[in-house]
């Protein structure tokens, strides 16, 4: 069965650094998301992306985040200057688009990201 | 606003009792998506249900089964003889009638399922 896939599935970074997360959405889906849960805590929407552009972007995802889509598998998530408050896991999830049907979000393991 | 609250913090019962999780939620939206998740200790997110605003009609799957009512905007989810591999948190969320649109999760309820 198809899934999405996110690697690393924990990182470990010093705070001020650069952090690319990055996901392999299922094949033929076309719409992308990023999500993330602060430990003990709910989940949040970061993104959606679309057509090689940003559909909807929360509060969360300020000027330190973006995202790319840079060849027709991946999908990542860049955090710029991390800080201590980035630490979370992060999920991505992807759908198909078929008409105005909803599609389900599949979502990915997730990538624990450890800001020191 | 879209909201989803989850009252439950934690609940704790004895394996084979009946638990029901609570969710409530808020949207001015006339159509809409529920939905409820469980995150393992492993993390994951498994995806369990999702039910339509036309659809109040209640779902049974094996031990698992959904009250939906649309009058007290409430998604209740319980489980019946609960086992421990039924340990994790359970979210209750929402999201908009669109194709791409994003979920709202609730904070979510911590399931203790004690043997």
């Known amino acids: 069965e198809p899934e999405v896939t996110q690697t690393p599935s924990h990182q470990v970074t010093q705070m001020g650094q650069e952090v690319i997360l990055r996901c392999v959405p299922i094949s033929n889906h076309l719409y992308f998301y990023w999500y993330r849960q602060i430990l003990g805590q709910k989940v949040e929407f970061l993104v959606s992306?679309?057509?090689?552009?940003?559909?909807?972007k929360s509060e969360i995802f300020d000027d330190q985040f973006s995202v790319e889509r840079p060849d027709g598998s991946n999908f990542t998530l860049k955090i710029r200057s991390t800080k201590l408050e980035d630490s979370a896991m992060y999920f991505c999830a992807s759908s198909e688009a078929a008409g105005t049907v909803y599609n389900e979000q599949f979502f990915g393991p997730g990538t624990r990201l450890t800001v020191l | 606003a879209q909201k989803v609250t989850q009252a439950q913090t934690e609940i704790s019962v004895v394996e084979k009792e009946d638990v029901t999780l609570d969710c409530v939620y808020e949207t001015r939206d006339t159509t809409y998506y529920l939905f409820w998740y469980k995150q393992p200790p492993s993390g994951e997110l498994v995806f369990l249900i999702r039910r339509n605003s036309f659809d109040e009609q209640n779902e049974i799957s094996g031990r698992y089964s959904w009250n939906f009512q649309k009058s007290t905007s409430s998604f209740n989810f319980t489980i019946t003889a609960s086992q421990v591999v039924d340990s994790a948190v359970y979210f209750c969320?929402?999201?908009?009638?669109?194709?791409?649109?994003?979920?709202?999760f609730g904070k979510g309820t911590r399931l203790h399922i004690l043997p």
């Open positions: 992306f679309y057509n090689n552009e940003i559909s909807e």
């Open positions: 969320a929402l999201s908009r009638m669109n194709r791409d649109d994003k979920i709202i």
